[in-house]
């Protein structure tokens, strides 16, 4: 399993823009698809974007694509999620997620989590 720290995290206007990074721990981060998900107070942790192993495949929730890209280096045991275009809804506490199977957008598909990274947008 790989150890997953997020980062990038804060308080942003809206319209504006945040980059999210996760950091892993382990020597099989490559073999892992890597997702982000959020969670807004009292509502259901959410699927936004995940990437292959490769990062030759992406994936978006339709309330995030075109605003939202997620990347990944290898090299550095690293993902990241840009986020621009940022609009109130987007606030939540957004994870980090591997998991070893293919794509999937069920968090209870996901082996490993970080323990979040709180975004805020203001109007």
């Known amino acids: 399993q790989v150890q997953l720290v997020e980062s990038g995290g804060g308080l942003v206007q809206a319209g504006g823009s945040l980059r999210l990074s996760c950091a892993a721990s382990g020597r099989t981060f490559n073999s892992y698809t890597m997702g982000w998900f959020r969670q807004a107070p009292g509502k259901e942790r959410e699927f936004v974007a995940s990437i292959s192993r490769s990062s030759g495949l992406t994936y978006y929730a339709d309330s995030v694509k075109g605003r939202f890209t997620i990347s990944r280096d290898n090299a550095k045991n690293m993902v990241y999620l840009q986020m621009n275009s940022l609009k109130p809804e987007d606030t939540a506490e957004y994870y980090c997620?591997?998991?070893?199977?293919?794509?999937?957008?069920?968090?209870?598909?996901?082996?490993?989590w970080g323990r979040g990274t709180q975004v805020t947008v203001s109007s």
């Open positions: 997620a591997a998991r070893s199977g293919t794509y999937s957008y069920n968090p209870l598909y996901y082996d490993c």
